[in-house]
């Protein structure tokens, strides 16, 4: 069950730290600590929830075609330069929330822990396949 809602869960997570990271951004740099203090304790909770949701459950078979899908919204989350998002989307939440304006990189860091555990799946039932193909073959 959670290898279907995985994808729309990190998508909406990332935006969610995506959107709140200017506010803490804001208060940082107006130096009022104490009011960046709740911002920052969402964005590790996000992250916290992010990292659980993208590594949970890779122990089991994943098919192939959502591996894929996970493979590529990462993996242009990671290798896409945001000032494309706002190039291509205009000036919006999901823009902001993918750094476009802003040059936050929060959701491209959480990404890359997204793409590193799609990849390490599939290679690792890659190599399980052939292991068990190798296995019949000798018995």
């Known amino acids: 069950m959670i290898k279907l809602i995985r994808v729309p869960v990190l998508l909406v997570l990332l935006l969610a730290g995506g959107l709140l990271l200017p506010r803490y951004t804001r208060e940082v740099m107006l130096f009022d600590v104490v009011a960046a ?3 920052w304790l969402l964005l590790v909770a996000i992250a916290v929830v992010f990292v659980v949701m ?4 890779r122990d089991h078979h994943h098919p192939v ?3 894929t899908v996970e493979i590529l919204i990462s993996g242009v989350l990671v290798l896409a330069p945001q000032i494309v998002w706002a190039q291509l989307l205009g000036a919006n939440l999901v823009t902001d929330a993918l750094g476009g304006r802003s040059g936050n990189v929060f959701a491209q860091i959480l990404a890359v822990v997204w793409l590193v555990a ?3 799946t ?3 039932q890659r190599r399980s396949a ?3 193909v190798k296995q019949a073959a000798r018995d």
Not at 54 to 57: D, K, M, Q, S, Y
């Open 130 to 132: 052939r292991r068990a």
């Open 65 to 67: 075609p959502l591996l």
């Open 54 to 57: 993208a590594t949970t459950g």
């Open 118 to 120: 799609a990849v390490r």
């Open 122 to 124: 599939l290679t690792g």
């Open 37 to 39: 203090i709740g911002p």
